[in-house]
């Protein structure tokens, strides 16, 4: 028996999000920069003998059954590895909200496909695992690796970048009673925006290489990144938690920017480190409480799924 692998499968936040289109298959087109932080999960993967995979969690308000992303991933990775006698016993700790644009469940099953490889030795490389991973999930790809990477297409393009500096500290508020259906978020922005949408390849492309020259991504004396997500515009307005939570962040003292991530209803705010971070969130908790909501503060980090020693 090989000793039990453990990974940390951190959340990211989107710091651009930009729907460009919609593609033939039905996905939209999209030019993101997506950026890991330090609030994370943990899997805990050993072999069984019996060929069984099984998952178990530490929230009970999460499926543990066949449509987690979790054994979705561990199966086509043992599909694809052709041993389909291997097994494995997976235990999830569980700190990133549920639902929340966090990617939370994309990441949980990036590091399963990580533990996995590792436990099995499979030997599949980064970019293997990267094609795999795209197979369960737009935002799947990202998680691998993590840290700050543009990501197009249907977002499984990945163009690594300089990670963002370091001291950057981030303010998250999330409703817990509120999460947000990643399809009708991209159903409503095409219902309002489709006949503004970009049409064609060209089109993408210039909007890709705006974002790849933008300076914004190395922050300059202070001045740091214009964040845009457009799912905010569509979300927003029929989401009471969202315009809560972007109402808080916006009035904190010290915040460089404010945004909703993903297809929410997570936000977050950008501070010039982790220190103010902590300290508005302080300042925040009383408030949070008041309005049920939840709140973190988060360090940018500049990696993925990470195996624990
Ligand atoms: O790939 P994922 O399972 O995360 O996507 C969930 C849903 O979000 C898709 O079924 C689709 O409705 C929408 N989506 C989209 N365009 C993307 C990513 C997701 O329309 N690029």
Avoid at 290 to 303: E, M
């Amino acid at each position: 028996m090989t000793a039990p692998v453990r990974v940390t499968a951190p959340a990211k936040v989107n710091l651009h999000l930009e729907v460009l289109g919609l593609r033939s298959d039905g996905f939209h087109e999209l030019a993101m920069v997506m950026q890991s932080i330090d609030l994370s999960d943990e899997l805990c993967c050993e072999n069984t003998a019996d060929g069984t995979l099984s998952l178990s969690c530490d929230v009970p308000d999460l499926s543990c059954g066949d449509d987690n992303l979790i054994l979705r991933a561990a199966r086509l990775l043992r599909e694809r590895s052709g041993f389909n006698e291997l097994g494995a016993q997976i235990h999830l700790s569980k700190r990133i909200p549920i639902g929340a644009g966090l990617a939370g469940g994309s990441s949980d099953g990036a590091a399963a496909l990580v533990a996995l490889n590792h436990l099995w030795g499979l030997g599949f490389e980064v970019s293997q695992i990267e094609r795999l991973a795209a197979d369960l999930g737009s935002d799947m790809p990202f998680c691998v690796s993590g840290g700050t990477q543009l990501c197009f297409g249907r977002g499984e393009q990945l163009e690594p970048l300089q990670p963002l500096e370091a001291q950057l500290g981030l303010v998250l508020v999330k409703d817990p009673r509120v999460s947000v259906s990643t399809p009708w978020a991209y159903g409503e922005c095409r219902r309002q925006r489709g006949d503004h949408y970009l049409i064609d390849e060209a089109s993408f492309e210039q909007r890709r290489q705006l974002l790849r020259d933008a300076s914004w991504l190395c922050p300059i004396g202070g001045e740091v990144l214009p964040l845009r997500n457009d799912l905010q515009e569509v979300v927003a307005p029929q989401t009471p938690s969202v315009q809560m939570a972007l109402e808080c962040l916006q009035a904190l003292p010290g915040q460089l920017q404010s945004a909703m991530s993903g297809s929410g209803p997570s936000c977050f705010a950008l501070f010039p480190d982790r220190t103010g971070a902590d300290r508005a969130l302080q300042h925040l908790e009383a408030e949070l409480q008041g309005l049920g909501l939840c709140g973190w503060s988060c360090s940018l980090i500049p990696h993925g799924v990470k195996l624990m020693a």
